[in-house]
């Protein structure tokens, strides 16, 4: 769950959300933003302090219609057994959604900053440092697929993320006009669904469907 973003913004636009977090100091900045909400949405928000590998201790087989996994599998050096207990908490026909590193592409960001030895690096390995300067894992789109079908969730569909965009600055602004804005949005929106662009995103949302 981390710091509580997105399942808040789930909560506003209402659905019931559970959160599961392990790190002490997010929960608290989580539960610090859900107090601030009005009753109704702090009503729809529950905070579980756990780990996502251990979903059998907190959660019964088929609990939620909706599982979201948004960037936690590069900080996961064994995903299988996470992946599966996910799975495992959808109800029939619930969606699995997986927003990961693309291993796949791991060579676009050092090789459009002109790094080219750090891109000959990139090309044979799953293995990155993040902005934040940590040393974490990417994922292919192949192995995931092949990891869905197995836990019974199979990739339903696809989109790549951050085609155009990945090389803005952190502190980058949004951009001035609300054109600009728009056509920022559109043109990410639509790469992040065609080929060949998406293949080459830094990131990838994977969807997958419980049988």
Same mark, same amino acid.
């Given at each position: 769950?981390?710091?509580?973003?997105? @399942?808040?913004?789930? /909560?506003?636009?209402?659905?019931?959300?559970?959160?599961?977090?392990?790190?002490?100091?997010?929960?608290?900045?989580?539960?610090?933003?859900?107090? @601030?909400?009005?009753?109704?949405?702090?009503?729809?928000?529950?905070?579980?302090?756990?780990?996502?590998?251990?979903?059998?201790?907190?959660?019964?087989?088929?609990?939620?219609?909706?599982?979201?996994?948004?960037?936690?599998?590069?900080?996961?050096?064994?995903?299988?057994?996470?992946?599966?207990?996910?799975?495992?908490?959808?109800?029939?026909?619930?969606?699995?959604?997986?927003?990961?590193?693309?291993?796949?592409?791991?060579?676009?960001?050092?090789?459009?900053?002109?790094?080219?030895?750090?891109?000959?690096?990139?090309?044979?390995?799953?293995?990155?440092?993040?902005?934040?300067?940590?040393?974490?894992? @990417?994922?292919?789109?192949?192995?995931?697929?092949?990891?869905?079908?197995?836990?019974? /969730?199979?990739?339903?569909?696809?989109?790549?993320?951050?085609?155009?965009?990945?090389?803005? /600055?952190?502190?980058?602004?949004?951009?001035?006009?609300?054109?600009?804005?728009?056509?920022?949005?559109? /043109?990410?929106?639509?790469?992040?669904?065609?080929?060949?662009?998406?293949?080459?995103?830094?990131?990838?949302?994977?969807?997958?469907?419980?049988?």
């Amino acid at each position: 769950m981390g710091q509580g973003t997105q @399942a808040l913004r789930l /909560a506003r636009a209402g659905h019931a959300v559970t959160g599961i977090e392990r790190e002490a100091k997010l929960i608290a900045v989580a539960r610090e933003a859900v107090a @601030a909400e009005p009753e109704g949405i702090r009503g729809r928000v529950r905070i579980v302090e756990g780990d996502g590998r251990d979903t059998g201790v907190h959660f019964l087989p088929g609990s939620f219609d909706v599982v979201l996994c948004h960037g936690v599998l590069m900080h996961v050096e064994e995903p299988d057994a996470l992946l599966a207990g996910l799975a495992r908490m959808l109800a029939p026909g619930g969606l699995l959604s997986l927003l990961v590193r693309n291993a796949d592409a791991l060579a676009m960001r050092p090789g459009l900053a002109g790094d080219w030895a750090g891109a000959l690096v990139a090309f044979d390995t799953t293995a990155y440092r993040n902005r934040l300067g940590l040393d974490v894992r @990417a994922d292919r789109l192949g192995a995931l697929t092949d990891t869905l079908a197995g836990i019974g /969730a199979p990739l339903h569909a696809w989109y790549g993320v951050r085609v155009f965009t990945d090389l803005a /600055a952190d502190d980058a602004g949004v951009p001035d006009g609300q054109g600009d804005l728009e056509g920022l949005l559109c /043109a990410e929106e639509r790469a992040g669904r065609t080929d060949p662009y998406r293949q080459v995103a830094a990131l990838l949302h994977l969807c997958g469907v419980r049988g």
